[in-house]
């Protein structure tokens, strides 16, 4: 395997430039004493500024289609850096690059697998989802499994999956705040983390998806300025050099060349080996299963359009997560390793500990101008994508499980019991299936029960994320993707694609990747039986990988199909046949 060490240049041909590169840095600090004002200004003008785009967006309409869907008037180009603001999250910005800056080649990996994930997105989902859903992922199976069951087992798993990521985003905030304040007290984290939820639910029940999405696209302008300036500053640091930029890393890792090297942190045993092909797996499949994600696809007009806006963020995440690897390096290089992990045992707050060393050091006016504008940075990105993540949980449960699933009135013909009639079940027509309940529930009410879920899932996101303190936020995301891929990926995919899927099918598919994952991460290292896990005084873990993906994954593909061959109720061709006209051609699409 090629490793980054073949592309070093020699020790004899940098000599010179070795003499004005700074090898050994002070450790790095927190701004102290009036500086700090500056940065919590710079933080109150992206909440203020927030808060003024919901206020002023949020009066613009309360019908269900601009609550959920934002008027489905966005173009490509806006939904793009909306959708690369919704993806690139905490464990991007913060999480990716302190991995790197941790571990090297392995951290490198998170990247590669992030952007890869993309691919996956646009070739199997983008345009089929938009044509074929209206606001959910239980949408698309609703058009040809019409049963409250598969609404409510969607829906949950989509609120399960967006729950993680929130935790996510919430750890990423805390870790970032307590650094700014100087302090390591958890009383820091708690507050910063509480207020990360109060702002979500405001910015979800006043502003709903046209607000989202107007924050994660002055997010993404944000962050991707911010990435550029730190990454052309550490470029001229290193005089253009970046051979000489990853011999200082190694040099600074405390592993030496092996920093640069496969195995640093997934290399040392055939359990880490396989968690790392169980993390790959996680972020290559997770994305085209990730909630937020696929309910921009029906922010937009035409199928058309959702294609070419994901053109859009695959060319924003791309080049992000090349310069996140410039990062990454530079602060290990700049920094050292165990500076990094001293300041966040999780490598959490690297990229703000570089912009400190970049723009003169700590006690330096530029270093902590720019420490608190990445930092304001850093904050905004967090703020963009847990709205995104909070409007499409209470999506979810208000419009697959509050009014798809429990508001629903069954059919008369879902009240026979009799094995024949359950068999007729399956083929009548739409207007007399479950579904047409759904439109017995107002829009007003669907939009109210979502605004009223915002404040439940942001209080519970609260409480687990008071836990979670000590976790590497990409490292956490990695979690949620594999949730995502294990639970809602297989059954999309055999909607999509399968002719025979039946309704058991759906549902077993839905909690046969959904509860293994779960499981398997309650009785994982992550839990219990390590110094970093949630409870470090336990140890009840069995399970030895830290992500389920390898086992889950699978799982949930198996269970959507043994659901579906042994399934005594077939399904209907004609309803297989509208949803591949509808999400092939947009025929009837909303």
Known sequence: MTTLTSIVPTDAAKAALRTVVTTAT????????????????????????????????????????????????????????????????????????????????????????????????????????????????????????????????????????????????????????????????????????????????????????????????IKAFLLTGGSVLLTVLLVIRFHGDLGELMRQAAEHSGAGHRYLEPGLKYGGSLTSRLDFVSLGLALVLGTAGLPHILSRFYTVPTARAARRSTMWAIGLVGSFYLMAIVLGLGATALIGSAEVRHANSAG???????ALVLGGGNGSTGGVVLFALISAIAFATILAVVA?????????????????????????????????RRRRSESVPASRSAEESVSEVSEQQEVMVARIAAAGIGATAIVISLFAQQLNVAFLVGLAFAVAASSNLPVLLYSLFWSRF?????????????????????????????????????????????????????????AGWIGTVTSSVPTDPDRFAELEVRALTGAGAA
Not at 174 to 186: I, K, N, R
Not at 397 to 407: L, N, S
Not at 530 to 535: H, Y
């Open 502 to 558: 039946t309704v058991r099918g759906a549902v077993w598919a839905v909690y046969g990747g959904l509860v293994p994952a779960i499981v398997l991460v309650f009785f994982s290292p992550v839990v219990s039986g390590s110094s970093e896990a949630l409870f470090p005084g336990l140890d009840f873990h069995w399970f030895p990988l830290e992500n389920p993906g390898i086992v889950s994954i699978p799982l949930g593909f198996l």
């Open 388 to 420: 995104g993540l909070t409007l499409a949980s209470s999506a979810a449960f208000a419009h697959d499980i509050w009014a798809g699933a429990w508001r629903a009135r069954p059919g008369r013909e879902q009240e026979k019991r009799g094995r024949g």
């Open 348 to 354: 959490n707050t690297a990229v703000p500990l570089l």
């Open 26 to 217: 002070p450790p790095p600090v927190a701004p102290t004493g009036d500086h700090h004002s500056l940065a919590i200004a710079l933080f109150a003008v992206v909440v203020l500024v927030t808060l003024g785009v919901t206020l002023w967006v949020g009066r613009q309409g309360n019908a269900a289609e601009d609550f959920f869907a934002g008027g489905r008037d966005f173009t490509p180009l806006q939904n793009g850096f909306a959708l690369s603001g919704d993806y690139l999250s905490a464990a991007s910005f913060l999480g990716v690059a302190g991995l790197i800056a941790l571990y090297g080649y392995d951290g490198v990996l998170y990247s590669i697998g992030f952007l890869v994930a993309w691919l996956v997105v646009l070739m199997l989902v983008a345009e089929l989802v938009r044509n074929a859903g209206r606001y959910t992922l239980a949408d698309v199976l609703a058009l040809r499994l019409r049963r409250r069951k598969v609404r409510a087992a969607a829906g949950g798993a989509s609120v399960v999956v967006t729950l993680l990521y929130l935790v996510a985003q919430m750890v990423g905030a805390g870790s970032l705040v307590a650094l700014l304040l100087g302090t390591g007290s958890p009383h820091a984290r708690t507050w910063t983390i509480m207020a990360v939820g109060a702002l979500m639910i405001v910015y979800v029940t006043i502003g709903g998806m046209r607000a989202t999405t107007w924050i994660q696209i």
